[in-house]
T-cell receptor, first 110, second 116 residues
Framework: RKEVEQDPGPFNVPEGATVAFNCTYSNSASQSFFWYRQDCRKEPKLLMSVYSSGNEDGRFTAQLNRASQYISLLIRDSKLSDSATYLCVVNRNNFNKFYFGSGTKLNVKP | GAVVSQHPSWVICKSGTSVKIECRSLDFQATTMFWYRQFPKQSLMLMATSNEGSKATYEQGVEKDKFLINHASLTLSTLTVTSAHPEDSSFYIC????????????FGPGTRLTVL
């Protein structure tokens, strides 16, 4: 079983839509969680960390459910510039390793 | 702060040659550096983890004699693809973590390798 699993999409949504991505992780010892954004042929860039209590950054909201071992990302009022691949990343601190999901592709259309 | 650079940004080489890719942390000391490979439409696959002054830890299935990693200082790690073949063509990305912020990794811009 993969460490991190994501729905590959693509999610095709109109501008202004709300879209949600989920990600599941297999190891309950995982301690840190992140969402990264990757544009085509570019390196991943940190979008936001995911905290146990959930956190929000503008139009983006991240949630963590440790009991069910999943992480979610909600994007409100989608913009064309949100089109990218969103990567779910999990870290087990004691191993200092980061595990990447395969990414979920988002296409926001006018 | 926390800028990571990679050089070269792209390289084309003939089959059988070796290619060296540099990863530098420009404004911080990197306790650990990671090397990833990404094939088209796939996610990043961790190749190896390296700490300054010690041997790199390779992921299962990654040939250490083919992908030589040297982490000579706290700001520089190099990946050498030896005897490159067309199937090694990929996007190679490094990342680094810094002391006191082990949970966050900072990515280099990547190196696109094409082997003819």
């Amino acid at each position: 079983r993969k460490e991190v699993e994501q729905d590959p999409g693509p999610f095709n949504v109109p501008e202004g839509a709300t879209v949600a991505f989920n990600c599941t992780y297999s190891n309950s010892a995982s301690q840190s969680f992140f969402w990264y954004r990757q544009d085509c042929r570019k390196e991943p860039k940190l979008l936001m960390s995911v905290y146990s209590s959930g956190n929000e950054d503008g139009r983006f909201t991240a949630q963590l459910n440790r009991a069910s071992q999943y992480i979610s990302l909600l994007i409100r009022d989608s913009k064309l510039s949100d089109s990218a691949t969103y990567l779910c990343v999990v870290n087990r601190n004691n191993f200092n390793k980061f595990y990447f999901g395969s990414g979920t592709k988002l296409n926001v259309k006018p | 702060g926390a800028v990571v650079s990679q050089h070269p940004s792209w390289v084309i080489c003939k089959s059988g040659t070796s290619v060296k890719i540099e990863c530098r942390s420009l404004d911080f000391q990197a306790t650990t550096m990671f090397w990833y490979r990404q094939f088209p439409k796939q996610s990043l696959m961790l190749m190896a983890t390296s700490n300054e002054g010690s041997k790199a830890t390779y992921e299962q299935g990654v040939e250490k004699d083919k992908f030589l990693i040297n982490h000579a200082s706290l700001t520089l790690s190099t990946l050498t693809v030896t005897s490159a073949h067309p199937e090694d063509s990929s996007f190679y990305i490094c990342s680094a973590t810094r002391e006191g912020s082990y949970n966050e990794q900072f990515f280099g811009p990547g190196t696109r390798l094409t082997v003819l």
